[in-house]
Every structure is written in structure tokens, then in C-alpha cells.
């Protein structure tokens, strides 16, 4: 394969990006131009010059990227693209743990991962178990979490306690200590333990961090800017020998601030690696020219980052419209209507448009409207299909046949369905074991322990242990597919729901679930021939929402702008646009966040392909102390940034005048190198409990939040988290407390 082939389809800045094999290697690819070929096609050229796929491993951030970027790699050089690991962080950490955590001698290589909810009922256990109150398990999961994103362990976190300044948490750092220790005794890692767990023995043993030296000469790693501490660790233990580093990303489109991801991984690249060679690519293949100029010109406004200005062939395109609205219920109305007309007066199938909002509270009143007018939809990042209950249910066996010591999974499924085992005697079971030093299995299945246990209790335990023993002996012959419907039949679980007094629609839609999970192990195994039950389930735990998305389906797709980060529609409606929801009123007093909110304005714009929609209400209803009320709002600032020759109203609103006023009044470029504060907003509508509007606070759980309004004891809170958004509160049992 000549040389010509891996640059005749790439432009100048994309040709030296995969010219340059050798050292390390910053580009940083705008949104849009084409930073998949790139990365592609240098995995491809390495090959070419003779580096071996051994020795090469790429990284991205989910999965569905990973398989188009080998897809891609093995149509371009063939079969020895097939040996090049290509995968997720969490992904490349689960397998290479599998090989190597044997050594810590506190797991097996039958772990069991922990997603999300399973880690919850962990944490709410031990708060549980340690008498501590509701108010002091709120955010204690978020808490530990970022803990590990940052390589804190227990015992580091419960030194800073003692020598810090008293802004930790004693108690977090007590049920941190337990939760580990539960996590051990269960043999399982939660998410974050992935990555945690790997740089742990990367560090404590040398020789296994020599021996992925030596196996990964050649590092690729996407999105850059998104990644943490423990990841930018990571990436750095494994390239530090060979320095054959290549990153990329966009600093512009770094918005997950707010869950861990460091931008300045990114901009001090050259710092961490002076030699370091810097290719911007510039030309965008996705968007018109007027959407690339408005989008150029809000992100201008930004000052930490590193100049670029996306340019493109495409064709100049429409004006972006602009609609304001009286109200925000009038506002679903101009967008459902406008969403019909296109499809059909224009020819767009509903799959071409994407509705994209600031907080997940906005869809309710669009999924409303697009109901009543029959326009499909489809949420994205809602119940994921894996978090179905009964999907859940019967993950939870799995999980027990391929790691018998998983006490957290074996508790879900002991009495489902029903086998007679009361709480109180699954409590006196728990504690037994517990004060055994052994696993619930190994418990059960200790005659003499047993014997401990009244009769007809025993009876059915040991009737439990039998069938779970059983299944564990047909894992080692039955295809996953099969091993699935074993279960489902020889446990009772699909007679439990035939014979359940729920609504008949309700247990046939769990019916059509549970084969719906039985067609994925399947395509699993179509994937992966020789795919093993517990390669299933890593398979299972590293599914994103994006992942499981269908990008054929026929349906409007309705999500956050962090949701949409990495996707493209040839149709976006950026819903409302207003000070206080985009750009959220708590980043209304730190530069550095309403950067960041910026920067999510300007992933927003350049999502669209064709036509870009952007909507804005006047009015929009609100939470108060006493219910809700409609508030008057005012235009996002952002709107002001984009230039008048891009940007045209529609409906009965003109577009406001007074260009920049609000962001020249609020907003100042930061002094040092940390962005400055500014001011918050100013305090009003004083109240006796203490708290105002215009406060910052911290929530346990929810993290750092504005006061909007208070009355009586309830207090109206906008947090700056978006999964959360504006909440309402008791201030007598809000764990709460000013900044």
C-alpha cells in the first residue's frame, strides 16, 4: 500500500497529523474536522511503516467511537488492524485487570463491576450498617467517586482530614473505608475502581508496568480534554518510556468540568511534554459557513484557550432562526410545528432532527407536545434499557454464576422470586456471615454454619444454593444466549411474571424485555464466538447511553447538550436560550463557569449540519416557595455574541438590541492563571432562615447550587450540575450549607 493512499483523502493539516508516527503529538481537531480519519488513518499508516498492531493502543470514550474507529482501521488496511486494542479507558482497564489484579491479593480475576445503581445500594448498606442518618448518605457516592477520579484512597482522604483545613468530611471518610472493604469482601470494583485499581499496580509493580510499556510503543488517546486526573495518570505511566504519545481534542468543547475532566490536561500538553510537535486542524466538513461563524464568534469570547478559527468548503447555508416566545408552553408549540413542517414540506425524516436543552427538567413540556401532535421521539440518556428492573434481576444471577462471592447480587435475586426468606432472617443471615468472614454463598453452603439457622429457613437456602450451583455447572457448556433462558425458566422468574397481578401490558412488556436481553447476548456472541459469560457482562457494565442508541430509528432525538457532545444531525433546535438556564445562573458568579458554559453553547451551535433553530421564552414557569409562577426572563447573552449576518429572527420578536451589554457588565477575563471570581448575584427577598437569594451553597448529594428565591421553609435552588437543574427543598431536612 503506497504511501499516496494514506494522504490522498486527507487535507494539509490532516496529512501531517498522520505523517508524524514518532514523539509526542498534540492535535488539536475542531469541532468536525474529521479527527476520527485522522486518528483512523495514523493507526493505518503506522501498521503500514511497520509497527506492529501489538504494539499499538488507541483510546476514546465510548464505545460506539471505538468500533467506528476499527471499523474504519480494518477497511483501510485489512485484517492486522483486527490486533490493534482500541477501546474505552474503562474498557482497556477492565481487560488488562482481568490479567493482572490477582497480584493485589484482594480480587480475583472473576470480579464483578459495579455500575452506578449497584454502587448506590453499596453505599446506602453501609450507611446503613454504621447508623448514620438519610441527611449524611446524600452525595457521599458523588463524593467517593471524585475521590478515586483523583487517586484519593480512604486512608490518604482520612490524612487530609487530620493535617487539612477542615473542609472534608470525617463521615465520608468512615463510610469510604467501609465500602472499600465491602467491595473486596464481595470481589467487585465499581466504575471508578477501573482505572483507580490499574495505576495502583502500575505503580506498585514496576516490572507489570514495564511489561504494557513495552506492549503499547504507540498511544493514541481522543478527547483529550475530557479526561481526569486518574486517567491523565494513567495515560501518562504507559507513555512515559517511548514518549510515542499522540492526544486529541479541542479544548473549545471541554464542558464535563463539572464531573471531574481537567481541561489543562490539554492546554499544558507541551508542558508535560516539551518536544511535543502541534497540528491544528481547522477545516470543518460538517457544518455551513454561517453556523461556523457564529459558532467562531461566541467561542472568541472565551480566554482560556488555544486560538483556532474553523473554516470550510461546505455551501454558506441559511441564516440560523431565531424565535422568541411568549411563554415557554408557546415555545414548545413554534418548535413541534416547525419540526412537522419540515418533514413534511421539506423531506427530513424525524432521525435528522435533534432537540437539545441545558438541564434534563426542560423535556418534559416538548415530550408533552410531541406526544399530543404524534411526533416520534426518543430520550436520550432516560431509563436505560440495563437498568430495567427486570433486567437487573437477571444481570444479578449472572453476575452470582460467574462471582458466587457477590453478596450485593446474590441479595437481589435470593427471594426473587418469593422463596419464604422473611427481612429478619435475611438480616440474622447477613450478620452470620458477616461475623463468619464469609461470603452469603459460602455460608449457605456451610452445612454446619447452617445448622445455625432455623429449619425451614435452612431448607430453602439450601434449595437456593442447589439451583445456583446448578447454574454454575450449566455456564460451563451453555452458550450465554441459552445459559439466559435457563435461568429465566428454572428459577421461576417467568412464572413470577405470568403469574403476577400487575397489569397484563406491564408483564408483557418485561416478557418482551427479557427476550429483547436475550437477543443481545446473541448479537454478542455473533461478535464475539468464543464470548465467556463474564466477557458478556464487562460487555454489559461498559454500555453507554450512546451506545445503545439507534441512530436509524426514525425519531426525534431529544437530549442535553452534554448528552450530544460528539454527534451530529443535519437539523438542531437549541431550546431555551435564556440567562439563568443557558448559561445556568450558577455560573453567573465564576469566570471559569460560564466559560465552561460557553464552551457548551458552542458544542451546541456545531451539532448542526443544515439548520440550526434557536428558541428563547419571555416567560417560563418556575418553582417559588408556595408552587410555580411564571417569571419573566431575558435573552442568553449568548445570543448577543452572534453576529447580525448569521442570525435572523423569526416570528413576532426582533432580535434584542444592546449587543454584548449583559456580558461587558457580568463577565471579566481572569488575572491569573486560575479564571478570577466575580461577583455573585446581589442578595434579595431577606429571609429569617438564614439563606437569600443570590447565596452559593453545597448540597451533599447535588454539589454546588444558587438560591433563586426562599419562602417560608422551602428554598428554590439551581445547581450547576445539569443532570440536576433547579430543584425545591425543605430547609429542614436539606443537607445544605452556605460557601
Request: glycine share 4%; aromatic share 8%.
Amino acid at each position: 500500500m503506497t504511501e499516496q493512499f494514506f494522504f490522498e483523502n486527507l487535507n494539509p493539516e490532516q496529512q501531517k497529523a498522520v505523517d508524524c508516527l514518532d514523539g509526542p503529538l498534540l492535535v488539536m481537531a475542531g469541532a468536525g474536522s474529521g479527527k476520527t480519519r485522522v486518528l483512523t488513518y495514523r493507526i493505518a499508516n503506522l501498521i503500514a511503516q511497520g509497527i506492529s498492531p501489538f504494539n499499538i493502543l488507541a483510546i476514546t470514550f465510548t464505545n460506539k467511537a471505538a468500533n467506528e474507529m476499527k471499523t474504519r482501521a480494518e477497511k483501510l488496511i485489512g485484517e492486522p488492524a483486527k490486533n490493534v486494542i482500541l477501546s474505552t479507558f474503562h474498557s482497556f482497564c477492565a481487560r488488562l485487570l482481568r490479567r493482572e489484579i490477582k497480584i493485589t491479593n484482594q480480587f480475583t480475576s472473576s470480579f464483578a463491576i459495579y455500575d452506578a445503581g449497584d454502587s448506590r445500594n453499596l453505599v446506602k448498606k453501609c450507611v446503613k450498617e454504621l447508623g448514620f442518618g438519610e441527611k449524611v448518605y446524600d452525595g457521599v457516592q458523588s463524593k467517593i467517586s471524585k475521590l478515586k477520579n483523583k487517586l484519593i484512597t480512604p486512608e490518604k482522604y482520612r490524612e487530609e482530614i487530620l493535617y487539612g483545613d477542615g473542609s472534608n468530611d470525617i463521615n465520608v471518610a468512615t463510610i469510604y473505608e467501609l465500602y472499600q472493604k465491602k467491595l473486596q469482601a464481595n470481589n467487585a470494583l465499581d466504575f471508578d475502581d477501573l482505572i483507580f485499581k490499574t495505576v495502583q499496580i502500575f505503580r506498585d509493580h514496576p516490572d507489570i508496568l514495564d511489561k504494557y510499556q513495552e506492549r503499547f510503543q504507540y498511544i493514541l488517546i481522543d478527547e483529550y480534554q475530557d479526561t481526569n486526573v486518574a486517567q491523565y495518570v494513567l495515560t501518562n505511566l504507559l507513555a512515559v518510556k517511548y514518549k510515542n504519545l499522540c492526544v486529541v481534542g479541542d479544548a473549545d468543547q471541554s464542558i464535563y468540568g463539572w464531573r471531574g475532566a481537567d481541561m489543562k490536561n490539554i492546554l499544558n500538553f507541551k508542558r508535560d511534554y516539551p518536544d511535543a510537535k502541534v497540528i491544528t486542524l481547522e477545516q470543518n466538513y460538517r457544518s455551513t459557513k454561517t453556523i461556523l461563524e457564529a459558532a467562531n464568534a461566541v467561542i472568541q469570547n472565551n480566554f482560556e484557550r488555544i486560538p483556532k478559527n474553523l473554516r470550510t468548503d461546505n455551501e454558506v447555508g441559511e441564516k440560523i432562526k431565531f424565535c422568541t416566545c411568549e411563554t415557554d408552553r408557546l415555545e414548545t408549540v413554534a418548535v413541534a410545528q416547525e419540526i412537522k413542517r419540515l418533514v413534511t414540506q421539506e423531506n427530513f425524516s424525524y432521525n435528522d432532527i435533534a432537540l437539545l436543552y441545558r438541564t434534563n427538567a426542560q423535556s418534559r413540556l416538548f415530550e408533552e407536545k410531541f406526544m399530543q401532535l404524534e411526533i416520534p421521539y426518543l430520550i436520550v440518556g432516560g431509563l436505560k434499557f440495563y437498568d430495567r428492573k427486570e433486567i437487573k434481576d437477571i444481570l444479578a444471577y449472572l453476575h452470582v454464576i460467574a462471582n458466587p462471592h457477590d453478596d450485593l447480587h446474590l441479595m437481589r435475586i435470593i427471594n426473587t422470586p418469593r422463596r419464604g426468606l422473611g427481612a429478619a432472617n435475611l438480616n440474622r443471615l447477613t450478620e452470620l456471615a458477616t461475623a463468619n468472614e464469609l461470603s452469603i454463598m459460602e455460608f449457605i453452603t456451610d452445612k454446619k454454619l447452617l445448622n445455625k439457622l432455623q429449619p425451614k429457613f435452612r431448607a430453602s437456602l439450601q434449595s437456593f444454593a442447589a439451583m445456583m450451583m446448578s447454574f454454575t455447572e450449566s455456564a460451563k457448556n451453555l452458550s450465554v444466549d441459552k445459559l439466559i433462558i435457563t435461568v429465566l425458566d428454572e428459577s421461576g422468574y417467568m412464572r413470577m411474571l405470568r403469574d403476577s397481578k400487575t397489569p397484563k401490558e406491564e408483564n408483557v412488556s418485561r416478557e418482551e424485555n427479557l427476550g429483547t436481553f436475550v437477543d443481545s447476548a446473541k448479537e454478542f456472541l455473533e461478535l464475539n464466538p468464543t464470548g465467556t459469560l463474564q466477557e458478556f457482562l464487562n460487555h454489559i457494565a461498559l454500555i453507554t447511553d450512546l451506545d445503545a442508541m439507534d441512530e436509524n430509528e426514525s425519531r426525534v432525538k431529544l437530549m442535553t447538550v452534554h448528552a450530544a457532545k460528539g454527534l451530529e444531525f443535519p437539523v438542531v433546535f437549541v431550546v431555551g436560550m435564556e440567562d439563568g438556564i443557558f448559561p445556568h445562573v450558577m455560573s453567573f458568579g465564576s469566570s471559569a463557569e460560564l466559560e465552561e458554559e460557553r464552551r457548551a453553547c458552542y458544542v451546541a451551535i456545531t451539532r448542526a449540519k443544515k439548520k440550526l433553530y434557536i428558541t428563547a421564552a419571555d416567560n417560563r414557569m418556575s418553582f417559588t416557595g408556595t408552587g410555580t409562577e411564571m417569571h419573566q426572563k431575558k435573552i442568553s447573552r449568548f445570543i448577543e455574541e452572534i453576529p447580525d449576518e448569521c442570525i435572523e429572527s423569526v416570528g413576532t420578536k426582533a432580535k434584542p438590541p444592546q449587543r454584548k451589554s449583559i456580558l461587558r457588565s457580568t463577565y471579566r477575563p481572569p488575572t491569573a492563571h486560575r479564571p478570577a471570581q466575580v461577583k455573585s448575584p446581589s442578595k434579595k427577598s431577606a429571609s429569617s432562615t438564614g439563606y437569600h437569594a443570590g447565596d452559593v451553597i453545597n448540597h451533599r448529594k447535588w454539589g454546588l447550587g444558587l438560591v433563586t428565591s426562599v419562602s417560608g421553609d422551602r428554598i428554590i435552588i439551581s445547581f450547576s450540575n445539569p443532570e440536576v437543574g433547579t430543584k425545591m427543598l425543605s430547609l429542614k431536612y436539606a443537607p445544605i450549607n452556605k460557601v
